[in-house]
Each structure stands twice: as structure tokens, then as C-alpha cells.
């Protein structure tokens, strides 16, 4: 059988915003209409938008694209959706700037969580992604571990929900780390999963900055540690996990290196540390990073 080349799968499609569903105060779930567009992606995939097509940004991309020297470039969101629902969906986490942290504002989150309202057109391209659940992982490992931060659930919330109703026997953990409980996606509905799929979904929340008493059981406090990581992870022979979430940027990288300052470990470095550490092989561990 002749190879068939992914990328000529990718394409771009225009599509309407069909709702603007809040998820958390910062974040929004945007429903696509794609007209009669075949959907052909796969949970885990992401698609990318380019700023240059929002009129309302164009001097902001002029002004970054002077001030940075280069073309801003699409950016990245994956599907919250899964391919079995009837509409596409993508999850947007708004980005802050943080003065004398962040160097510039960040430029198409805050309009795709805060400004975009049903009826707005835009156009996408997708799919793509390695951040994917194969038949022949799904075969070799009884056991899958997610281990998320921030918007970097978002694919595995698309992995889990799939993998749940095609696969009867799949079985998923999902630690899910946050800074506070405002800040948590998909609360209500990673529970309405457990509870739809007894014994198959097991949903650890995590808070690193919550200074209100709401933990409990489900509800941690604290970063991703060894222990969480070992309590997730039973049988790491027969675990593969699936880590997204921070990493440390480019330029992030560039800055540290240039002033010889040692940047503190990022999400993603201590995660992947930490299921080293629990007996996790590298061909165990599917990553994708939002930095
Ligand atoms: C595969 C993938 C999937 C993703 N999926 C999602 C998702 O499902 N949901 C989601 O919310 N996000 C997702 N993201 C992140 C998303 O693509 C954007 O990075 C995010 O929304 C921020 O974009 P922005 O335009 O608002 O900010 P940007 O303008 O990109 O700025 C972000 C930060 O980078 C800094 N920065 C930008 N340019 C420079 C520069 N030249 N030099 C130094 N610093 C710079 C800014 O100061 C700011 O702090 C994903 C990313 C990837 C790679």
C-alpha cells in the first residue's frame, strides 16, 4: 500500500463560532460550525490559528513583528472535542503579562478567551500532533497515566472522555495540577466521568497556590510529587504516561543562558524527573509542551 503523507491531511477550513462556553474565569471552550468539512482528526491533535487574520490585532502583530523582528507565527490549540462528538471544540486558556516577568503581552489568547462571541468566523488549520493514544500503545500498556498542568489537559481531556467510550477495558489516572481551584477546566466534567465510567477513570486534582481549606481525598495540595506520582502509578511496567504542561521557552532558555542564571525546574523537566524516578522508561512517556 502506497505511504499516505500526514500533511496532506492538514488543511485550512473557515469556520463559525457556535458557542463560548466559560470553563474557568480565564478560560473558554469555543464550539466550531465547519460547514460541511470532513473532521478528520484524532484525539490529542491540535490545530493552529494565525493572528494576522483578526482585524482588530493588526497593530499589535505590526508592532510585535517590528519590536521582535520576525513574523509572529500561528498559534497552537488542541481539541477539546473528541471525534465522536458532533462539533469541534477548542479550549483557550487566557495568558497574562506579568510586569517584569513576561516581555511582552501576550497577543491571540486574551481575544480568543475574553473577545470572541458566537457568530465570530475564523479560519483554522489542522490536525496534527504526536500527542496521540495508538492502537499499539493502547495494546501494550493496561494502565494510562495522564499528568497534566493548565491548559495542558486540554488534549488529554479529549484522550480520556474517546478512549473511555470506544475502549470498554481502558483504564486512565489523571493528576491534574493547578495553582488554585478557580483555575481548574473541566472539574464537573472529569467528575461526571468518573462517575459515568466507575473503576475506569480516577481524577487527582493538585493546587500548588490555594490558600481556601478545600482539599480533600480528590483535591490535593502541593506540586506533582514523587509520592502523588507513585501513588498514580502502581504497576509502571505496564504504565504509559501521558505528561502536558509548562516547559520552559526558548527564549526562557536564551535569557538564562545569556545571564548564566539556572532557570528553576519547569512542570514538564520535574514530571518527567519524577516518573523517572517511579520506574518509567522514556519509551513509556508520550509529552507535549505549551512553553
Ligand atoms: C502543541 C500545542 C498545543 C497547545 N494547546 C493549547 C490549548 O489547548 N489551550 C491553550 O490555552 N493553549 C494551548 N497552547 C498554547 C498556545 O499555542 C499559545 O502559546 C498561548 O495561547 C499563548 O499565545 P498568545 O498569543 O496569547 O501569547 P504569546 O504572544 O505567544 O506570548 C506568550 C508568552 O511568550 C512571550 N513571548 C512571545 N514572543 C516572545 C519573544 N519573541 N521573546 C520573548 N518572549 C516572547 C510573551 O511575553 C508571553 O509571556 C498550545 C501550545 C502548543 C505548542
Redesign the pocket.
Known amino acids: 500500500m502506497p505511504a499516505t503523507n500526514p500533511r496532506k491531511k492538514i488543511k485550512e477550513m473557515e469556520v463559525m463560532v457556535a458557542e463560548a462556553i466559560p470553563e474557568a474565569h480565564d478560560t473558554v471552550t469555543l464550539v466550531l460550525f465547519t460547514g460541511n468539512d470532513k473532521l478528520d482528526y484524532q484525539p490529542g491533535h491540535?490545530l493552529t490559528i494565525s493572528?494576522h487574520q483578526f482585524p482588530g490585532l493588526q497593530r499589535w502583530v505590526a508592532y510585535f513583528e517590528d519590536l521582535?523582528g520576525k513574523k509572529e507565527p500561528p498559534?497552537?490549540?488542541?481539541m477539546?472535542s473528541s471525534p465522536d462528538e458532533k462539533y469541534l471544540a477548542?479550549?483557550?486558556?487566557e495568558?497574562r503579562y506579568v510586569s517584569g516577568v513576561?516581555?511582552?503581552p501576550?497577543?491571540?489568547?486574551?481575544i480568543l478567551a475574553k473577545r470572541t462571541l458566537p457568530g465570530a468566523m475564523m479560519v483554522i488549520t489542522g490536525f496534527t500532533?504526536p500527542y496521540r493514544l495508538t492502537d499499539e500503545v493502547r495494546s501494550r500498556y493496561g494502565e494510562i497515566v495522564h499528568v497534566c498542568a493548565g491548559?495542558g489537559v486540554?488534549?488529554s481531556f479529549s484522550i480520556i472522555k474517546h478512549d473511555l467510550r470506544m475502549n470498554e477495558k481502558s483504564k486512565h489516572t489523571l493528576v491534574f495540577s493547578n495553582k488554585v481551584m478557580e483555575d481548574v477546566m473541566f472539574f464537573r466534567q472529569l467528575r461526571e466521568l468518573e462517575q459515568q465510567f466507575p473503576g475506569r477513570l480516577r481524577v487527582i486534582h493538585t493546587l500548588t497556590r490555594e490558600t481556601q481549606n478545600v482539599f480533600s481525598d480528590q483535591v490535593r495540595q502541593g506540586r506533582v510529587s514523587h509520592t502523588l506520582l507513585q501513588e498514580a502509578i502502581t504497576n509502571p511496567e505496564d504504565t504509559v504516561a501521558f505528561v502536558c504542561g509548562p516547559d520552559h521557552?526558548v527564549?526562557q532558555r536564551k535569557a538564562a543562558k545569556e545571564s548564566g542564571e539556572a532557570l528553576p525546574p519547569s512542570f514538564l523537566s520535574s514530571v518527567l524527573q519524577g516518573l523517572e524516578q517511579v520506574g518509567l522508561q522514556k519509551d513509556q512517556i508520550v509529552k507535549?509542551?505549551?512553553g
Open positions: 491540535f493572528p521582535k498559534r497552537a490549540y488542541s477539546s477548542f479550549t483557550v486558556k495568558e513576561t516581555p511582552y501576550p497577543l491571540l489568547s486574551p500532533g491548559s486540554v488534549p521557552s527564549w507535549e509542551s505549551y
